[in-house]
């Protein structure tokens, strides 16, 4: 029997959803992570006074610029100088790109403005341009102006910590006689990490979107295929065996623990379908048992005595009316039958299950008939080891029931009793040569019986009428698992 499967498509889609918050949590952890150690290198960088260095590395070429410059040059040229003295100050020798040198851009879009005042402290030129920010400006007179032009070097002027980080340099320019020439001041801005990572707009999320859509997308291809898919065919077989029907196997031989799992739940559910059949036969002994001890106890005693009440009857008739004798004595004839036909129900109820194979107990049954009747009986019986044990019993007593009709109303001379295989179906049918006349409406419990019989198979079909060629047929066909 086919297992469809149920539809269950919910656990697919929290599994995706959680894998792809998972990886999203995760992915912002790691960038998180890594910004963080590069920040932590920058600030330690910092504390080492490698920016300062790199500022005094850079007052040294301004000054020559300065020293260099002729009358009526503008700032131009000294705005692109600062551009790249900005460059080299993010980029001082010695030190890669992987390092530090991308860190301040990855953190922030712009993380070091310049400002270049002359001696007068007008701005001669600034960095990275009008669009971006500038350093605060200085003036002579200002305390940092008196310590930047005291001091022979760079000096950090300010500074501030996380949530933000600045720091802010200056350094007095001189010319070559050693007059004051100018002050370039330096500042550094940098948010904390996370900052980047969540409020950013740049291609990182778009990128990150992405790869979290593919792994959403092949989390639910591979859930549904190898995970949800095999426990929907382990639900349609529990929801079979559920039902009685204990048919269904699980299809799933993986090494995985799916696939054990799987073959446990298979052998437990043949376990299951051997109980279930034990405790149905054991209430069926049990059954007949009861019916057996109420049949004895009622009706035999009854048609005992009704025997006897006419044996009795008949003795007093014989000489006075003897065609009321004749009838009483058919009477008791019939009653003998009735009690020897009872007696062996009697004992047929009382026995325990036969170990005999399904042909065995048909071949017996048609001698004990062709003995007890004088009608000839045939059998031809195949696929006889194809019926299950918990089926021999309702065929068996149909066939009881078909042979006590032949005896009772055909008149035939010959019975014949056949199982075969019709179209992937089992027929059994009991067909004899006699007057015929049974039809599928007929009353009488015999017939319904065994339509009821018929009905306990699976797909049973009870069929009964004349043959073509004179007598009746009485068949019942069902589907073998």
């Known amino acids: 029997m086919p297992v469809t499967p149920l ?47 790199a ?19 503008g700032g131009a040229r000294l705005g692109h100088t600062l551009e790249y003295l900005m460059w080299r100050i993010e980029r001082p020798p010695g030190r890669t790109e992987t390092e530090a040198a991308n860190v301040l851009n990855e953190i922030a879009d712009q993380p070091l403005g310049t400002r270049l005042v002359d001696a007068a402290g007008r701005e001669l030129a600034s960095a990275p341009g009008p669009s971006g920010w500038l350093p605060r400006p200085i003036a002579p007179g200002d ?8 001091s022979e070097g760079a000096l950090e002027l300010a500074r ?20 004051l020439a100018g002050v370039l001041l330096v500042e550094l801005h940098l948010p904390l990490p996370w900052r980047r990572v969540l409020l950013s707009g740049t291609l990182e999320w778009p990128m990150l979107l992405g790869y979290l859509l593919l792994f959403g997308l092949g989390s639910a291809l591979f859930l549904g295929r190898y995970v949800t898919g095999r426990f929907k065919r382990i639900e ?39 109980l279930v059949g034990t405790r149905s036969r054991l209430a069926t002994l049990e059954e007949r048992q009861r019916l057996a001890r109420e049949l004895h106890d009622t009706v035999k005693q009854k048609a005992f005595a009704l025997q006897l009440q006419l044996a009795t009857a008949l003795k007093s008739l014989v000489s006075r009316e003897p065609a009321v004798a004749a009838r009483v004595e058919e009477a008791r004839r019939i009653t003998e039958e009735i009690q020897r036909e009872l007696a062996q129900i009697l004992d047929e109820l009382r ?30 019986v195949e696929h006889a080891e194809r019926v299950p044990e918990e089926q021999h019993e309702p065929l068996l007593r149909i066939v009881d029931e078909a042979l006590a009709n032949v005896l009772r109303h055909s008149g ?14 089992l027929r059994l049918s009991i067909s004899d040569d006699g007057r ?46």
């Not at 019986?449 to 009870?462: D, E, H, S, T, V």
């Open 351 to 380: 026995a325990p299950p036969s170990e005999l194979t399904l042909a065995q107990q048909l071949a017996i049954r048609a001698e004990d008939f062709a003995r007890r009747s004088s009608i000839a009986t045939l059998t031809r």
């Open 143 to 150: 305390g940092e102006w008196q310590r930047l032009t005291a």
């Open 55 to 73: 500022v005094n590395e850079a007052s040294v070429q301004l000054e020559r610029e300065l020293e260099g410059a002729r009358p009526g040059e």
């Open 236 to 274: 349609a077989a529990a929801h079979a065996w559920s039902r009685g029907d204990f048919t269904p196997a699980i299809a799933d031989r993986s090494p995985d623990e799916l696939g054990r799992l799987a073959r446990e739940l298979n052998r437990m559910a043949s376990e299951l379908r051997t």
């Open 412 to 425: 035939a001379s010959r019975v014949e009793i056949v199982l075969r295989d019709e179209h992937g179906e």
């Open 160 to 179: 501030a910590d996380p949530p933000a980080l600045m720091r802010r340099y200056g350094v007095a320019l001189h010319d070559a006689e050693g007059r």
């Open 436 to 481: 015929g006349g049974a039809r599928e409406n007929a009353p009488g419990m015999g017939l319904v019986n065994m339509r009821a019989r018929a009905g306990q198979l699976p797909g049973g079909r009870f069929e009964v009428g004349p043959r073509a060629d004179g007598g009746t047929s009485v068949s019942v066909c069902w589907r073998i698992p």
């Open 7 to 53: 539809p269950n498509r919910s656990l697919i889609a929290k599994l995706a959803l959680f894998y792809a918050a998972l990886s999203l949590l995760g992915l912002v952890l790691v960038k998180s992570t890594l910004l963080l150690f590069e920040f932590r290198g920058l600030v330690a960088e910092l504390e080492r006074g490698e920016l300062l260095r």
